[in-house]
Every structure is written in structure tokens, then in C-alpha cells.
């Protein structure tokens, strides 16, 4: 069976927080959460099972150094993959937010349709 990659980009901690938690359910299939601020597009290829978690940021905002991110995030990280090949791929997404506390951040205006 294929192994599991698990990727984060967090500014507070709270996305990685839930992706070590995640890490742990399917037991010895998914390898350790990495932060994609640590990673290179190699190691997140090598996987053919991904989940990808991330903070909400604004009304489609990616999280990053535009966003207040100091250490960066998704913005840059998926920089290096504009030439990648993703087909084929499981990707399982997950996203977090919190409208009380980071309210200038949270896609709280969006309207629904």
C-alpha cells in the first residue's frame, strides 16, 4: 500500500495541530505532517495519497508572506509546483478557520448562492 503524505501550512499552529492528529488515524500508512514552508516539491510528489491542510484566509486568499504569514505558506509552496503533475493523485483537503478570532482573515463575506 502506498504511504500517505500529509502537508500543512499553518501561521498559528492550529493546522498543524490537526494534521499530527490526522497523522495518527490510519495508523503506520501515513508518514509525518510537514509544513510546506520546510518542503520541497520532490518530497510532496512522492506521494500518491496526499492530505493538504491549510488556514482560511479572506475570501480566496492562499495563506502566505501577503498574508502575514512571516514564515510563508501555501502561496509560495505552490510556486514550486506550477510544473507538476498531479494526475493520478488522492489529494484529501482540509481547511480551517476561525471567524471570532481572526475576523479580518475568515471568508466570512462570502455570499451564498
Do not use: C, H
Not at 499552529?13 to 508518514?31: E, F
Not at 504569514?69 to 489529494?91: P, T
Amino acid at each position: 500500500m502506498n504511504r500517505i503524505g500529509i502537508f500543512f501550512g499553518t501561521d498559528s499552529g492550529t493546522t498543524r495541530l490537526m494534521a499530527k492528529k490526522m497523522s495518527k488515524k490510519p495508523g503506520d500508512v501515513a508518514d509525518k505532517p510537514l509544513n510546506v514552508n520546510r518542503t520541497e516539491a520532490s518530497e510532496f510528489m512522492g506521494y500518491d495519497a496526499l492530505i493538504v491542510g491549510t488556514p482560511s484566509y479572506g475570501e480566496g486568499q492562499l495563506p502566505g508572506v501577503a498574508t502575514g504569514v512571516q514564515q510563508g505558506s501555501w502561496e509560495e509552496f505552490l510556486l514550486k509546483l506550477e510544473n507538476a503533475d498531479m494526475s493520478g493523485r488522492r489529494v484529501a483537503l482540509y481547511g480551517l478557520g476561525n471567524q471570532d478570532k481572526y475576523t479580518a482573515q475568515f471568508g466570512n463575506n462570502v455570499p451564498l448562492v
